[in-house]
């Protein structure tokens, strides 16, 4: 799966204060339907990975949430790509 | 004879006073509290202290006394837990402190400054930024007022970087250093507080509608003895405000309902003629074609700034109403239906977990959808687009909707200049909160119809219709004041710092091609803009 991974700006938001009082869950917004939608703290965490090195690619976002979380790679790649999937199908990440 | 209503709230306390002396007596005469018919001044002074401001309560009273008792224990959360608009301002020459709060509602608006050697507080920012000797212009703000951003999350700054706004339930404190600090008094936490919905629809508008009876109840308490004006419109939110108000004040309270062909779209003047007929209602009409926006700018290409750029000659429509009102019915004090859109999106708990990414995506993404780009130059869209400007912005918790404090927070001088008190109960804390239950059977589709259509003995079938847009309307200001705009844009200080599209938009306007020009709006808070800009010196601060 050798796809790099970027955010659309206007559809991701981080807050430092905020995403502390949420315990870093957040909320994504699907520029193309209106839609807004929840995220959890890990996939809250692979968001802010991709947002602070654009153009990511797949298995570098998997080796950082792994040291992230302190979980083996296998414990988190298809957690991972199940995801980027539905935040591609969202429109808030870009794969390509 | 009307009062004269155009002074302000203004107290003024120079270095020498707030570093050394601290002398009561001689800070409560740096106090000017203009006397009016409604809302009454409170000012009271010991030998320790000095209390002045305003209040209206409108869930019960709050005496000078126990006030002054509220100030002197600090029980600041006392008084912002109140639905009611208030600014106060306590000095305490034994601690050698000055606090500012303001109430939760938003009604009063409070600008402050550290500029000049002074601190300056007051309700009117033009009454501040005449004073002073030197401005420092903020483009990040600037391009925020473009976009009107006070209605997506609460501003604490003005565009003058001297100026400073104080958000709804924020205190402010300055010590004798000239510390000054800002805290919100409503918690994070109480406004995330999860509430359980209503297990009936029915169970739920009932309550809704009682609560509302009694909040409307308390805000003509509030203004007993008052002349009582109330607004109406075809749509649902200021016929529920009419009809509580009528209930309680049967034949004494004067309705208005501005009409203009122009604006058929969003009151349609035969179903407010039903929905009167149904509840025994008078309502007055009130045309109002001419009063679009620039409408009484003179003539010619010098049009004078009044000193405040959101409300100077945008909103005729407003100022032309209101001064009706006040001269011709002698009304103290309005009800309006505002709020009452933003009481249907109560429910949603993300605009109280995640305020500012809620107001960022519908900020950016209702402007990109509607082609920003068209009016702002790509200056100001790398502004708008800046995610940094977002992350800094501090949070500032509320019960109520921003674009619901908005209102009280930008519109204020037209309300407090024609001396028409606005009160919207709809906005009120305990009405979001009953709002906030709403079932989810009702969340589906139109959620306002979906919850009116279960009062029919108050609402009229032909007002189950969606509002249109009366383009016709909004766009005329383009086409009436075709040469006043190009003038002003001809001299634009917004075009020549790379803010707007000032030379499209003179070209377009010359042509006569106005359905090309997009965001309306935007363009109407531009040339008011340009209006203040072109009045005052200013030293530019990059973002």
Same mark, same amino acid.
């Given at each position: ?10 559809? !991701? ?13 957040t909320v ?11 995220v ?9 990975i ?13 080796s ?11 414990? !988190?790649?298809?957690?991972?790509r ?5 935040? !591609? ?8 | ?17 707030? +570093? ?7 800070? &409560?005469?740096?106090?000017k509290?203009?006397? /009016? ?29 126990e006030?002054?008792f #509220?100030?002197?224990? /600090? ?80 501003c604490?700054?003005?565009?003058v ?46 309550e ?9 109840? *308390?805000?003509l308490?509030? &203004?007993?003895?008052? +002349?009582i *004006? ?14 509580l ?32 007929q ?39 429509r ?34 109280? +977990? ?18 920003v ?6 200056k ?16 500032y ?9 908005? #209102?009280g ?23 979001v909160?009953?709002? &906030? ?7 589906? *589709? ?8 279960l ?12 509002k ?7 766009e005329?200001?383009? /086409? ?19 803010? #707007? ?29 340009? #209006? ?12």
């Amino acid at each position: 799966m050798d796809k790099s991974y970027s955010i659309i700006k206007r559809g !991701v938001l981080f807050h430092p204060e905020l995403d502390e009082l949420n315990d870093f869950r957040t909320v994504v917004y699907n520029w193309k339907t209106s839609i807004t939608l929840g995220v959890n703290k890990f996939g809250y965490q692979i968001l802010k990975i991709i947002d602070t090195s654009p153009g990511l690619m797949f298995e570098e976002v998997v080796s950082q949430i792994s040291r992230v979380r302190g979980e083996a790679k296998w414990q !988190v790649e298809g957690k991972v790509r199940y995801f980027l999937n539905k935040m !591609v199908n969202e429109s808030v990440v870009i794969e390509a | 004879m009307r009062p004269d209503n155009s002074q302000h709230f203004f107290a003024q306390f120079p270095s020498k006073a707030l +570093k050394n002396e601290w002398m009561a007596e001689k800070l &409560a005469g740096m106090v000017k509290l203009p006397k /009016r018919s409604f809302p009454n001044p409170i000012f009271i002074r010991s030998e320790r202290d000095v209390c002045a401001g305003y209040a209206v309560i409108y869930d019960g009273t709050i005496t000078e006394g126990e006030l002054l008792f #509220i100030c002197r224990r /600090r029980a600041w959360k006392e008084l912002i837990n109140r639905s009611a608009d208030l600014v106060v301002v306590y000095v305490d020459c034994r601690e050698r402190k000055v606090y500012v709060v303001t109430g939760q509602m938003g009604g009063f608006p409070c600008f402050y400054s550290l500029a000049d050697d002074c601190v300056t507080i007051s309700t009117s920012f033009s009454r501040i930024n005449a004073c002073l000797s030197a401005r420092h212009l903020l483009l990040e703000n600037v391009v925020e007022v473009l976009l009107w951003h006070s209605g997506s999350y609460p501003c604490d700054q003005t565009i003058v970087e001297e100026v400073k706004q104080l958000p709804p339930a924020t205190l402010l404190t300055i010590d004798s250093g000239w510390k000054t600090q800002t805290q919100p008094l409503i918690s994070w936490e109480e406004t995330v507080e999860p509430v359980v919905p209503f297990s009936s629809a029915l169970g739920f508008v009932d309550e809704l509608v009682a609560t509302a009876t009694g909040v409307v109840a *308390g805000y003509l308490k509030a &203004a007993k003895n008052l +002349k009582i *004006g109330s607004q109406l419109s075809s749509g649902f939110d200021s016929s529920l405000v009419c009809y509580l108000v009528n209930r309680f004040i049967d034949g004494k309270a004067v309705y208005f309902t501005e009409h203009s062909p122009l604006l058929v779209q969003d009151t349609n003047t035969e179903i407010v003629a039903k929905f009167c007929q149904r509840h025994g209602i008078m309502t007055q009409l009130v045309e109002i074609s001419d009063l679009y926006q620039f409408s009484s700018a003179k003539n010619g290409l010098k049009v004078e700034s009044r000193g405040d750029y959101v409300t100077d000659y945008g909103f005729e429509r407003h100022w032309g109403l209101n001064t009706r009102m006040s001269n011709d019915y002698g009304i103290d004090a309005v009800f309006s239906g505002e709020g009452g859109d933003e009481l249907m999106g109560s429910h949603l708990s993300e605009w109280k +977990k995640f305020p500012i990414q809620m107001g960022y995506f519908l900020e950016v993404n209702t402007y990109m959808n509607y082609g920003v780009d068209k009016v702002l130059a790509p200056k100001a869209i790398r502004i708008f687009n800046n995610r940094k400007r977002w992350a800094k912005k501090r949070v500032y918790p509320s019960f109520i909707s921003p674009s619901a404090l908005a #209102i009280g927070q930008q519109y204020f001088p037209l309300y407090w200049e024609t001396g028409v008190w606005h009160m919207m109960p709809l906005a009120d804390p305990r009405m979001v909160k009953v709002a &906030a239950r709403m079932p989810k059977e009702l969340w589906k *589709g139109t959620r306002k119809q979906n919850v009116w259509s279960l009062r029919p003995d108050i609402f009229i079938p032909e007002q189950f219709v969606p509002k249109g847009y009366a383009q016709s309307w909004w766009e005329r200001f383009l /086409r009436e004041r075709k040469d006043l705009l190009v003038g002003i844009l001809k001299k634009s200080v917004l075009g020549e710092m790379g803010l #707007i599209r000032s030379g499209e938009l003179v070209r377009l306007l010359e042509a006569e091609r106005f359905e090309e020009i997009s965001l309306l709006a935007v363009v109407q808070l531009a040339i008011q803009l340009e #209006i203040f800009l072109q009045k005052y010196k200013f030293t530019m601060v990059e973002e």
